[in-house]
């Protein structure tokens, strides 16, 4: 679940931590939740799991997940609460009574004379020339957008876990292959060592056992990122450019005022398997084995 911000009453909600939330839905994306003080009753918000401040810092398919949800949970107001209406209202900034720096949707059901009132002036009295000057602003900016990309359909959506679910299959393979490669060679070397007395020989086996296990250790990394990027493609966790196969789409984004990653950090993330992957038991086991057979060559050889 993405990080919230522990300042954030919304976030607090979505991580669980307000024991007096009166919480209605919730999924991987969003959670719907009674305000404290509902203005009607059946008054719910809608809130994205990521801590979002306002509209414009919303994802397009954050944006498209609060829709379905919206109309789902409208629905069930309706059918729970027969109101005569329903009012869908998202206010971003504090010109606009937005409280809470964390983007919400309220539905608010209405009936005639409730406590809500009407929401629009009466009337206005823009010139026509006012009017048409905001056009042209407002059209010159939407023809600025950029281009939007279209979403994928389930059959590219298929393709592409095709494409990243070959990869992992290429990783095992050269994972095997690798182990496969290194018998032969600590075979000659190791066997060469004991029948010549040479622990150069024994040394340079042990060298490829340490080399194999590097390359080994990096094509299980690189197969359980590319696992990791499946499942995000596949669950929809986050959006990822389309079609990508860089395994680092999968990870969450830093949040906001964090410090940038360093040359060496990012050296090590790239370059140095983590602990987690040398321990596996596709690693760990095998290469300690023939690693210990290796210092023994040496040791017998040397003496």
């Known amino acids: 679940m993405p990080t919230g911000r522990p300042e954030c009453p919304f976030c607090e909600i979505v991580q669980q931590d307000d024991p007096v939330a009166r919480e209605v839905y919730r999924d991987d994306h969003v959670v719907a939740f009674f305000p404290t003080e509902p203005a009607v009753l059946g008054h719910v918000l809608l809130v994205p799991r990521r801590h979002v401040p306002d509209i414009w810092s919303l994802k397009p398919e954050e944006a498209a997940r ?70 042209q ?11 939007e ?22 990783q095992s393979a050269a994972s095997a292959s690798a182990k496969s490669w290194l018998m032969p060679i600590v075979t000659a070397t190791f066997g060469f060592a004991l029948t010549q007395d040479s622990w150069p020989l024994a040394a340079l086996g042990l060298v490829s056992v340490m080399l194999f296990a590097y390359l080994d250790a990096n094509y299980l990394r690189s197969e359980k990122r590319f696992r990791k990027l499946y499942n995000t493609v596949a669950r929809s966790r986050r959006m990822v450019p389309d079609f990508t196969l860089d395994p680092s789409d999968a990870d969450e984004p830093p949040e906001d005022g964090m410090s940038a990653e360093t040359k060496w950090r990012a050296f090590v993330r790239d370059y140095l398997p983590e602990w987690g992957i040398w321990k596996s038991w596709s ?9 210990v057979i290796g210092v023994g060559v040496v040791i017998v050889v040397a003496t």
């Open 66 to 135: 609060l829709s379905r949800t919206s109309l789902r949970i409208s629905s069930a107001i309706r059918d729970a609460l027969v109101p005569d209406g329903l009012n869908v209202i998202q206010s971003n900034g504090e010109a606009t009574t937005q409280s809470v720096p964390h983007l919400h949707i309220h539905l608010v059901p209405r009936w005639e004379n409730d406590a809500m009132g009407p929401i629009w002036p009466d009337e206005t009295d823009f010139s026509e020339a006012e009017k048409d000057k905001a056009l």
């Open 283 to 291: 690693i760990l086991p095998f290469y300690s084995a023939l690693a």
């Open 137 to 147: 602003r407002v059209r010159g900016a939407v023809g600025n957008l950029a281009v």
């Open 149 to 170: 990309t279209p979403a994928l359909s389930p059959d590219d959506r298929r393709k592409h876990l095709d494409y990243i679910q070959a990869v992992v299959t290429r």
